[in-house]
């Protein structure tokens, strides 16, 4: 079990190596633009993981890798929370991801910004928030989308300057979902009795103990379409597309990564050694990734 550190602390000391790894308590949501967050944790065996070069000191790195894995939140949730999963979630959560981006792009060792997405997606918010990170950063900023970059992770990887995925990734997902199971026929069969205590005829709309009426769920899908509408303008302006184009996939569907490169949602197909052969072109130099 890691240790989990400061993250102030954690940069600002030169005898460490900088690495990211995502952990938290899953968080239920109802308005999801996919799912995902992230905890800033130091590993003190000094061992470098991932795809960097794991003998290089600190002081050799030029590229900072930052992982946004599992499902993408604004801010993580204590680990012990999460005590049905051993204490520990897949989560990233954008306030880390923001902070270790403004503090790469401050930092003149690092060279570039590498974001390693694998991740379904999350909160539309942080989605949104690691997009305009990247989208601010001075350095060139490159995604890199493994398995999967979906909805609310593929919304973060659109910031990057540049987006990289294998030719098998899943990605896209552009939509929002609010749906729910309606307890409503089980709590009956069981004798439980939902009592509406509010002041106000909407307060506990979506409430999955009580049907939901016709004007509640009219009001939920106008919210839901605007999320929808702010959703597709955002991934046209990062990616360049014209809007109509992306109204054409956002259906909520992901598509693989040669279908994905082809409607121009990524720039290129590859791996690791494509993004490091990239990056080391970019910056001029042997890629060190620190982790």
Known sequence: ML???NLADHLASKKMRRRYFLIGALVGALISAGVVVTASLNNDSGDLEGYGDSGAEEAACNVMGINLHGDVVTYAVPA???AENGGQQDQTASEDVVLAIRDADKDPQIKAILLEVESYGGYPVAGEEIAVALRSASKPTIAFIRQTGASGAYLAATGAKIIFASKYSDVGGIGITMSYVDNTLKNQKEGLTYNVLSTGRFKDTGSPNKPLTAEERALLMRDLEIAHRDFVEDVAANRGLEISAVEKLADGSTMPGEMVLEKGLIDR????????????EKIGEKVVVCW
Not at 269 to 280: D, N, R, S, T
Request: hydrophobic fraction near 35%; charge should be negative; proline fraction near 6%.
């Open 269 to 280: 197909i590859g791996g690791m050694p494509e993004v490091e052969a990239y990056l080391a």
């Open 3 to 5: 240790e989990e550190t």
């Open 80 to 82: 012990e929370s999460g």
